[in-house]
């Protein structure tokens, strides 16, 4: 079964995470053989789902949080459906592609993919991605690795080692093609950098035992760093890619 851990912040969630740079998607499309039919598992705010709107005749997105569903996307080729991904009602080889978008650790894995061999196109294309924590300068790193590794390291589920690890851990029982490391590059004030800290579920976690924001302090110490209004900074982007192959 999956996690909701966002359900109680999505219009934060909604509002401050990053957007997967053209380059993830041109290399995964590369691959495709035909653009007819997308699901978007764990699709949250639907980031992932409005762009594969733009090449797929249709795209289907699943999450198991309304509320996330309630702030996403729309657009008139994609249909949202308030499930998860490990049992669905999709027919038997509907898909050309299969995407996760930084949403597989929370999976139960061995009945996901079971659900990906069934409603996936024989040759269909699994593409599993997602990112690490945002890169600035040596300094600027050095204290988001304090704060990360000593002050919320302990609020994080067991799950996030996944994504420390760049999904290398996880079985991926697919034809898997080699992938190439991505970057997410965006300007960011320090009022972003604060909102899309304060959505770790880690944080959120920190917030609900101990009843203050410990971003707030960390936000304060590395404000000497933010010469302009806004820096240049990006976020380390991870793929899985393999072909379907039933």
Request: charged share 25%; proline share 4%.
């Amino acid at each position: 079964m999956s996690k909701d851990l966002f359900s109680g912040h999505a219009k934060d969630y909604a509002a401050f995470r990053p957007v997967y740079p053209k380059t993830l998607y041109d290399f995964i499309y590369q691959f495709v053989e035909r653009f007819d039919k997308a699901w978007d598992g764990g699709t949250g705010n639907g980031q992932v789902a409005r762009v594969l709107a733009d090449s797929f005749t249709k795209v289907h997105a699943t999450d198991i949080s309304i509320q996330q569903i309630e702030n996403a996307f729309t657009a008139p080729n994609i249909q949202y459906h308030l499930a998860g991904v490990e049992q669905t009602d999709f027919s038997n080889d509907s898909f050309d592609l299969i995407t996760i978008g930084q949403a597989i650790h929370w999976f139960d894995r061995d009945k996901f993919y079971k659900e990906v061999n069934r409603v996936g196109k024989q040759r269909g294309i699994i593409a599993a991605f997602g990112y690490n924590p945002v890169r600035f300068s040596p300094s600027f790193d050095e204290a988001l690795n304090r704060f990360y590794y000593d002050v919320i390291y302990p609020y994080w589920d067991k799950e996030r080692k996944v994504v420390e690890d760049q999904y290398r851990s996880i079985s991926f029982p697919f034809e898997e093609m080699e992938a190439p490391e991505f970057k997410i590059r965006l300007d960011c004030s320090l009022q972003d950098l604060q909102g899309y800290i304060t959505t770790w579920s880690a944080v959120q976690s920190f917030i609900r035992e101990n009843g203050y924001n410990p971003v707030d302090d960390f936000v304060e110490g590395v404000k000497p760093l933010w010469k302009k209004e806004s820096e240049s900074v990006y976020f380390p982007v991870f793929l899985r890619i393999g072909r379907i192959n039933k």
